[in-house]
């Protein structure tokens, strides 16, 4: 690279799903100065910026024409050309260049990115730096249904109530996710070395499409069920991100299910099979809610507005315990096992507390007892 405190880098497909995503990290580094050229842009501009940059992130590709020949004219043609225009730089400025798996099956787009990759090698042998990376399908925020990936159109569809047709339930993907790929393309910047590098991007995770349209269903449900899967599995965790980036604007608040009684208002708000649930009540002043205790099971209160006392008595025996705790205060209440207990609004107004319970409630298994806190 030229020697500068800042560095020039030019990304082609800027306003693609790989394109996107990356301008927006390279966007959040100081020393960098970003331009962006897509399709729609001057040829004569994409000309200049190349002979005046540092580094290029070559991502503009040709993934679904109409006639076959375009996947050669998007892919290799315009690759060779930013190939012949680095070429004739004083310094050559390394090219890093998203490749696809495609590029070892022999059908056009394979073929076209083939072609591609090879320009790239005779670019790295005559001095330059060629970075090719051979990427599986990419998924993630800002990718478009029914173009990028799989994944995309069946987030779209089943955020959007729109059916999905599946022709393969066992056909097995293999998906990457689009932060794993742009850090590992902005890692490039700190290597120097000449010469053709291949890389690939890790981890990758391997789904069949069944499966994929299953997981996809819970993160839909998870507003009725207030459910959230395992988040500790990487590929869950950036599928649920995915699929929320895919929401309808109109669409981003839904209200809870509510059970109401004489005492308030409570509603089930997240639940974990590994992290237990989370629940909010409104309870009406005077009201007292509680008098019971668990044997496994533990809680955590916190009073968000209102006032309150919490009562302890051990089942075992001994003394009354109380908690005077206030919505100003943000203080969490920890309930042991073996303790009744009792929560009483002693304000003037609806009281509301938060709930953390270790366990999903289980009707058949509720380990809950009643016992009074207060003895007569």
């Not at 043609?77 to 310094?91: H, N, P």
Request: net charge negative; aromatic share 8%; hydrophobic share 35%.
């Amino acid at each position: 690279m030229r020697a500068s405190s800042m560095t020039r880098i030019l990304v082609t497909g800027s306003n693609g799903f790989i394109g996107k995503n990356l301008l927006a990290h390279l966007s959040l580094q100081p020393d960098a100065i970003v331009e962006g050229v897509d399709v729609q842009d001057d040829p004569g501009r994409m000309v200049q910026l190349l002979k005046t940059t540092d580094l290029v992130y070559h991502l503009a590709g040709v993934n679904r024409p109409e006639h076959e020949e375009e996947f050669f004219a998007g892919n290799a043609g315009l690759t060779g050309k930013i190939v012949e225009v680095l070429s004739a730089c004083e310094v050559k400025p390394p090219i890093v260049f998203s490749s696809s798996i495609q590029a070892e099956l022999d059908n056009v787009y394979g073929q076209s990115k083939r072609l591609a990759e090879s320009a790239l090698v005779k670019y790295g042998e005559a001095g330059g730096t060629a970075i090719i990376y051979r990427l599986p399908n990419v998924f993630g925020k800002w990718s478009r249904p029914n173009y990028n990936s799989a994944v995309a159109t069946f987030c779209y569809n089943i955020a959007h109530g729109i059916p999905i047709s599946v022709s393969d339930p066992n056909k097995l993907l293999e998906l990457v996710y689009i932060d794993d790929v742009v850090h590992s393309f902005l890692s490039e910047r700190e290597r120097s070395e000449r010469g053709t590098h291949w890389r690939s991007v890790s981890p990758t995770s391997k789904i069949t499409l069944g499966d994929l349209v299953h997981e996809i269903g819970l993160l839909r449900d998870m507003r009725h069920s207030c459910v959230v899967p395992d988040l500790s599995d990487p590929f869950r965790k950036a599928l649920l991100a995915t699929y929320d980036s895919f929401l309808a604007e109109d669409d981003f608040a839904y209200s809870l299910k509510t059970n109401e009684d004489s005492r308030g208002t409570l509603a089930e708000f997240v639940k974990s099979t590994r992290g237990g649930q989370i629940f909010v009540s409104r309870t009406k002043p005077g009201i007292t809610r509680g008098n019971h205790y668990h044997h496994t099971k533990v809680e955590k209160f916190f009073v968000l507005e209102g006032d309150a006392i919490i009562r302890f008595r051990s089942i075992g025996g001994g003394d009354v315990l109380s908690y005077k705790v206030a919505g100003s205060e943000l203080k969490v209440v920890d309930i042991p096992p073996g303790y009744t207990h009792s929560i009483e609004n002693v304000g003037q107004s609806e009281l509301i507390t938060l709930f953390w319970s270790s366990e999903l409630f289980n009707k058949e298994n509720p380990d809950t007892y009643p016992l009074p806190v207060q003895l007569p």
